[in-house]
């Protein structure tokens, strides 16, 4: 067991969550409801298998268990991409009333919004 201390990965996954949120509540106001829940299904068909990669992909620390990271990010990624696939592949197919454009345009956003916190963050692998 290293000593390191684990990433706050789970920050993101709140920032994405409360992006998928406010954004949808927005579109509700302004849009519709049927935008709204097209913008709130994108955003997290992008944090839930972010959350799944995060579980998975910071199970593991330190040299010793170098072999088990590798292992744990690579079934992490690729659960990430398969839940990701399915997650589209089952909006477009089972709902009726969805707004595509906003589906995607949630999808990006909240990925965007993984993208700023992870680099917002700060987190130095010291000991803990």
């Known amino acids: 067991m290293s000593n390191i201390k684990t990433p706050p990965v789970y920050k993101v996954i709140v920032a994405q969550l409360a992006a998928s949120s406010f954004m949808a509540a927005i579109s509700l106001l302004f849009l519709g409801s049927i935008v709204a829940y097209s913008v709130l299904l994108g955003g997290l068909i992008s944090a839930v298998p972010n959350s799944y ?9 330190g040299a010793r268990n170098a072999e088990k990271v590798v292992k744990s990010f690579l079934r992490g990624e690729l659960g990430k991409i398969v839940f990701t696939i399915v997650l589209f592949a089952l909006s477009f197919t089972l709902i009726t009333n969805l707004n595509e454009l906003a589906l995607i345009l949630g999808f990006i956003l909240v990925q965007f919004i993984g993208v700023i916190a992870t680099g917002l963050m700060s987190y130095k692998p010291t000991v803990s």
Do not use: E, G, I, K
């Open 53 to 61: 990669f995060a579980l998975h992909a910071f199970r593991f620390r």
